[in-house]
C-alpha cells in the first residue's frame, strides 16, 4: 500500500484492518517520515479465523438477517460493557447461516442480534490464526415488552424520569 506523507510526519504505529484474507494487526513504529523517503515498510499479516453457523430461536427455526458480533476478547472483558464494539460484524443468510472472518487468534465471544430477540445461547472460547471453526449455534429468544407508568408519592406521572431494566443491583 502506498499513501501520501506530509513533511516530518510523526508515526506511533500501523495498523492493519481485518479482512476475509487476513487478521488484524498493530505494529508501534515511532518513526519521522520525511518527503523523499522510499524505503518500504514490510507488513507481514497472519491468516484470519473464520466462524461459521446459524442462528436459530428456541424451537430451531431460522433467524434471517441477524446481525453477528465477534469480539477478539474474553467474556468477562465485554460484558456490561456498552458500546464497546465488535472485532467483526456479519449478517445471516435468509437461512440463518453466517459466515465471518477478519479475526485474530486467541479468545472470542461471538453473538447475534435480531428485532424483537435476544441471544440467550452465545459461543466463546479461543481459536487460532487461520483456524475455521464450525457449526457454531447462536440460540435467541423473543424478548418482551415492560409497560408501566413512573409515578410520584401521590401517583402523578413523573416525566423524563430514565428507567433501567436488568439484574437488581
Request: aromatic share 6%.
Given at each position: 500500500?502506498?499513501?501520501?506523507?506530509?513533511?516530518?510526519?510523526?508515526?506511533?504505529?500501523?495498523k492493519?484492518?481485518?479482512?476475509?484474507?487476513?487478521?488484524?494487526l498493530?505494529i508501534?513504529?515511532?518513526k519521522?517520515f520525511?518527503?523523499g523517503?522510499?524505503d518500504?515498510?514490510?507488513?507481514?499479516?497472519?491468516?484470519?479465523?473464520?466462524?461459521?453457523?446459524?442462528?436459530?430461536?428456541?424451537?430451531?427455526?431460522?433467524v434471517?438477517?441477524?446481525?453477528?458480533?465477534?469480539?477478539?476478547?474474553?467474556?468477562w472483558?465485554i460484558e456490561?460493557?456498552s458500546?464497546?464494539?465488535?472485532?467483526v460484524?456479519g449478517?445471516?443468510?435468509?437461512?440463518g447461516?453466517?459466515?465471518?472472518?477478519?479475526m485474530?487468534?486467541?479468545?472470542f465471544?461471538?453473538?447475534?442480534?435480531?428485532?424483537?430477540m435476544?441471544?440467550?445461547?452465545?459461543?466463546?472460547?479461543?481459536?487460532?490464526?487461520?483456524e475455521?471453526l464450525?457449526?457454531?449455534?447462536?440460540?435467541?429468544?423473543?424478548?418482551?415488552?415492560?409497560?408501566?407508568?413512573?409515578?410520584?408519592?401521590?401517583n402523578?406521572?413523573?416525566?423524563?424520569?430514565t428507567?433501567?431494566v436488568g439484574?437488581?443491583?
Amino acid at each position: 500500500a502506498r499513501f501520501p506523507v506530509e513533511a516530518r510526519l510523526f508515526v506511533q504505529g500501523i495498523k492493519v484492518m481485518g479482512s476475509a484474507s487476513n487478521a488484524p494487526l498493530q505494529i508501534p513504529l515511532s518513526k519521522v517520515f520525511q518527503v523523499g523517503d522510499h524505503d518500504p515498510i514490510e507488513v507481514h499479516v497472519k491468516r484470519p479465523a473464520v466462524f461459521k453457523g446459524r442462528v436459530i430461536d428456541e424451537e430451531g427455526n431460522s433467524v434471517p438477517g441477524a446481525s453477528i458480533q465477534v469480539w477478539a476478547e474474553k467474556r468477562w472483558a465485554i460484558e456490561g460493557i456498552s458500546g464497546k464494539e465488535p472485532t467483526v460484524t456479519g449478517t445471516a443468510d435468509a437461512n440463518g447461516n453466517f459466515g465471518v472472518g477478519g479475526m485474530p487468534g486467541g479468545p472470542f465471544v461471538l453473538s447475534a442480534t435480531a428485532d424483537g430477540m435476544f441471544a440467550v445461547q452465545r459461543a466463546m472460547g479461543g481459536n487460532g490464526f487461520g483456524e475455521v471453526l464450525e457449526n457454531i449455534e447462536i440460540v435467541m429468544a423473543r424478548s418482551s415488552m415492560i409497560q408501566g407508568d413512573v409515578l410520584d408519592e401521590n401517583n402523578n406521572g413523573v416525566g423524563g424520569a430514565t428507567i433501567e431494566v436488568g439484574e437488581a443491583k
